[in-house]
């Protein structure tokens, strides 16, 4: 039987982890959070930089279990040795079900609907640009994972480095730099600043998720005990400057009043500074990274797929490694076409709002993860670790901690909102059909044996 082959390097991987973080989040939520924290920039730059360390910290926890056990799953692996196969079980089952295709099927159609802003098309022709977009990345991870590693590098070079073009055009022609310094101060107080101050921390690690799936693609990874830590601490840092940097750029072009009020921040201030053409360019940038952040989930998710139909745990044809091409093809289409048909059924009953709603359900997961070094560390007992997070055990407990309280803010929320609470109920819901489909798939893998 033909093998997944180890052909991702440590550049390789570092892209992948910065690609598979900047979506359209950058584009658009800085305006909102300054918002949240009352317009008091400072604040706001505290939420983002706190934030990003977070995401660090939880980064290089991820990093020490990749280098410990560097097999295809990652994640999926992690929640299975620390805590058993039917809690891993229950991630990979959300993962194929909503978390990796909902995703998926999100950028496709922020794709779609800023290609319909370049190019006016109908409604109907926009789901068909999604579902292109899906088939396109679908069948070049197919081809290979070297070849879809190299679309991810170069697709993640270019949306860096318009950022980083764009943030400069910003920063030099920008004609709001004094108003910046007056508005660095705090405007609220007390109990209502930490409130608002967590509210926004939210939102701004949402910004920051994504990077957990380069774990997934830990048995592709040539000396992951090196690549992994490396990668990760070094893409930790370049997204910290990337986001400082641009978000700076639009208060320069903005002012902080106006940037508080803006829905689509990067479309309003290049357009603010360079005239109404220039929003073209944020509109192509958003283009290729939505496009960008597809591949990444396709190129990384297929191979929990595969681990867990290893086990014994899922479609026995997923764990099928293509004799030319050593990729997980079934795995692969099978996430393909399951995206697919999330985006055709946004188109009712608004069904693409409540998958994006649910896919909260992944950070249960993710804290679990890092929860998991802790028994991993006490199996392996006196055996030499690779690489050893520093900071243990504060860095996993902390990111464990601010995975806690997206969950409890979303289980907060959803008892605000009504439409929320909907989305509530159908994650409960995905979790609980879990059960019987593990107990399933255990009573197959019995009946082999």
């Not at 196969?85 to 909503?98: D, E, I, N, Q, S």
């Not at 070079?157 to 073009?165: E, F, S």
């Not at 050593?326 to 009712?348: D, K, M, N, Q």
């Not at 997961?365 to 560390?377: C, E, H, K, T, V």
Request: charged share 10%.
């Amino acid at each position: 039987m033909s093998e997944l082959v180890r052909t991702l390097r440590l550049r390789d991987l570092f892209l992948l982890f910065i690609g598979s973080v900047i979506g359209s989040g950058i584009f658009r939520t800085p305006g909102p959070i300054l918002r949240q924290v009352g317009g008091s920039v400072g604040i706001a730059l505290l939420v983002w930089i706190v934030g990003g360390v977070l995401s660090l910290l939880g980064a290089l926890t991820y990093a020490e279990l990749a280098a410990s056990n560097p097999e295809a799953g990652g994640l999926y692996c992690y929640i299975r040795d620390g805590f058993g196969r039917p809690l891993a079980f229950l991630y990979g089952w959300c993962l194929f079900l909503v978390i990796a295709s909902g995703s998926v099927a999100a950028l496709a159609r922020a794709f779609s609907e800023y290609f319909a802003r370049i190019f006016p098309v109908s409604p109907v022709a926009q789901t068909f640009v999604a579902v292109v977009v899906i088939a396109i990345v679908t069948i070049v991870n197919v081809w290979g994972t070297r070849k879809s590693s190299d679309l991810q590098n170069w697709t993640t070079l270019i949306k860096a480095g318009v950022i980083v073009i764009l943030s400069a055009v910003l920063l030099s022609l920008g004609h709001h730099a004094k108003e910046v310094i007056p508005a660095l101060g705090a405007t609220q107080h007390g109990g209502s600043l930490l409130s608002n101050f967590g509210i926004a921390m939210i939102a701004v690690l949402w910004a920051y998720e994504g990077w957990q799936f380069g774990t997934y693609s830990a048995g592709e990874v040539v000396d992951p005990q090196k690549a992994f830590p490396r990668a990760f601490l070094l893409g930790s840092l370049v997204l910290i400057g990337l986001y400082l940097v641009a978000i700076a750029a639009y208060l320069f072009a903005l002012g902080p009043v106006a940037t508080a009020a803006s829905e689509t921040i990067a479309a309003t201030s290049v357009t603010a500074v360079l005239g109404p053409w220039a929003g073209k360019i944020v509109a192509l940038t958003i283009l290729v990274s939505t496009f960008s952040a597809a591949n990444s989930v396709i190129l990384t998710a297929p191979r929990v797929f595969y681990a867990m139909a290893q086990d014994n745990l899922f479609f026995k044809k997923l764990a099928v490694v293509h004799v030319k091409f050593r990729t997980p093809v079934f795995a692969i289409v099978a996430l393909g076409v399951w995206s697919a048909v999330l985006v055709c059924a946004g188109e009712l009953g608004k069904f693409q709002k409540l998958i994006e709603g649910v896919i909260f359900i992944g950070w249960i997961f993710y804290g679990l993860g890092a929860a998991a070094i802790f028994p991993i560390r006490k199996a392996n007992g006196s055996r030499p670790i690779p690489y050893r997070v520093p900071g243990y055990p504060w860095t996993p407990i902390l990111f464990v901690l601010a995975a806690a309280a997206i969950v409890g803010n979303a289980v907060y929320a959803a008892f605000r909102d009504p439409d929320q609470f909907r989305n509530l109920k159908v994650a409960i819901f995905l979790l609980v059909i879990g059960v019987p489909a593990y107990l399933s798939w255990r009573k197959r893998a019995s009946a082999r044996v």
